[in-house]
């Protein structure tokens, strides 16, 4: 839970940062990276790599 919490964090940093050099803080943006960003955290928990040896 503390990933996901550092996961959601870090990209609204991100947003920000990138939202003050291009002058752009599109909301409908930063709802889809974050979307996706949860989906594919949940689905990589769910299933994780399978190591070979």
Known sequence: MKS???L????LI???IWGVFT?????NGYSLLLI???LG???GR???KETTE
Request: hydrophobic share 50%.
């Open 23 to 27: 002058n752009d803080f599109s909301v």
């Open 4 to 6: 996901l919490f550092y």
């Open 41 to 43: 955290f949940l689905t």
């Open 8 to 11: 959601i964090l870090g990209s």
């Open 46 to 48: 769910r299933n994780p």
């Open 14 to 16: 991100g947003w920000l």
């Open 36 to 38: 996706g960003l949860i």
